[in-house]
């Protein structure tokens, strides 16, 4: 019998991806769990296996194609075995409503075998898989609190809080959510599923005039959102600078210290905290523009551009910043960054931002205006740190200075308001209360 490819759910919040490359033609054999398709979300390329061991059948998704959770991409089987026709795939989440997926009609005619088949998983994120493997859970078990009944994150660790009596010994450890599901809770995927772009990293591409270079799907992402923000959101860039001599002593007397704890403690990590300090003071900054109203965000979100060379860049979040110590903020940007350039981000990693932050001084820019990332209200472009002579109450010195410049959406925002929100900033860091 073929098993069919589905187009994964690769995060708790991702509904959709790009067919960036298949790694097998139709009528080529493959085995179960080789590299099959690299499937493109947010600018995030995953690698995702086979699910079965056979020959490509049917490609039904070209690369390129946009399609949504739970869509049939392929059919693996034998060798002339006959197959049935799905008709076109959902093109994209804008057409869930009216297109039901092949995983949807494939639920409603298959029968199920037993009574942890019968009750429909849906599609379960690499996440949930993988605790539910770690933990040896069945996840039919599990109540889902999730978008029509599907699994969390949270969902499962609720579950492993309660007492539960021992599972049977006829009862599997883990049950498939449907057959033909891409993510089968194994190490060898989740050690696996990002390693190629880890160990390839940037591809190096001898650029030479007069040739054509093709768009990447990355760089049509960053165009697309650059030009719908501009069009969606009036800018305005206000810039101030900062004197980072308290910033530049303080890490000095701790750098050290944090090494020798495995952590790098680098200048971004200050612009983090004190950007959580100025969201918690200015809590219309850390906002989203809506049409019944201004919608304030409870948790502080932090998004850091990372450059990619000449691919981009990708904007990785640090969750939930204002509960953290300086010490825990550079180790979590550290991570980020070394993750984010090699290409071992998770969908989810790069969603949810309520603030962005851009260090484009780490070239010699001493100041930009950054575009907004939408629906967010502003970002902070960090220009690079320089000693210059300044005025020092009624006397000259050198004092290390940096320019920092607040580009913020005017519908949400004012002059007052966002000058107020950068001066929180800019006193933060001189006053070094870390």
């Known amino acids: ?246 910033v530049v002593a303080h890490r000095l007397a701790n750098k050290d210290l944090f090494e020798r704890e495995g952590i790098s403690l680098t200048f971004t990590a200050y612009f983090f905290a004190a950007s959580a300090a100025a969201l918690r003071a200015h809590p219309l900054v850390n906002s989203t523009w809506g049409e019944e109203g201004v919608q304030l965000q409870r948790p502080v979100h932090i998004g850091l551009a990372v450059s990619l060379g000449q691919e981009g860049l990708i904007v990785p979040v640090l969750r939930d910043a204002e509960q953290k110590s300086l010490r825990r903020l550079a180790a979590e940007v550290g991570d980020l960054a070394r993750r984010a350039r090699a290409r071992q981000l998770t969908p989810d990693e790069v969603r949810g931002g309520t603030f962005t932050i851009t260090n484009h001084g780490v070239s010699g820019s001493l100041f930009a205006t950054p575009i907004i990332s939408q629906p967010q209200s502003a970002i902070l472009g960090v220009g690079a740190i320089h000693k210059r002579v300044v005025v020092v109450g009624d006397a000259i010195g050198i004092r290390p200075m940096a320019y920092l410049s607040l580009t913020f959406d005017h519908r949400l925002l004012d002059g007052a308001s966002a000058d107020a929100f950068l001066a929180t900033i800019v006193a933060t860091l001189e006053k070094g209360a870390f």
Request: no cysteine; net charge negative; glycine share 8%.
């Open 1 to 246: 019998m073929a098993t069919r490819v589905i187009m994964p759910q690769l995060g708790e919040s991702v509904v959709e991806g790009t067919v960036a490359k298949w790694l097998r033609a139709e009528g080529e054999g493959i085995r179960e769990l080789e590299p099959l398709v690299e499937i493109n979300t947010d600018k995030v390329d995953t690698e995702v296996p086979s699910p079965a061991s056979g020959t490509m059948l049917k490609v039904y998704v070209s690369e390129g194609q946009t399609v949504r959770a739970g869509t049939l991409l392929a059919m693996i089987g034998q060798p002339g075995e006959v197959i049935f026709d799905p008709g076109p795939p959902a093109a994209s989440a804008e057409h869930a409503a009216a297109e039901p997926s092949e995983a949807d009609t494939g639920r409603a005619t298959r029968p199920a075998t037993d009574a942890a088949q019968a009750r429909d998983l849906g599609f379960i994120s690499p996440v949930v898989a993988k605790l539910a493997v770690e933990h040896k859970l069945v996840l039919a078990q599990v109540r889902g609190t999730g978008a029509g009944g599907r699994i969390t994150k949270k969902d499962v660790l609720a579950h492993l809080e309660r007492p539960r009596a021992p599972a049977a010994a006829d009862v599997p450890t883990w049950e498939r959510p449907g057959e033909g599901d891409l993510f089968r809770p194994t190490e060898l995927q989740f050690g696996q599923a990002l390693a190629k772009e880890a160990a390839r990293g940037p591809e190096a591409r001898p650029l030479v005039p007069g040739m054509l270079v093709p768009h990447t799907p990355m760089r049509r992402q960053i165009a697309e959102h650059m030009l719908r923000s501009v069009r969606t959101a009036p800018h305005v860039t206000t810039v101030m600078e900062a004197d980072m001599s308290a």
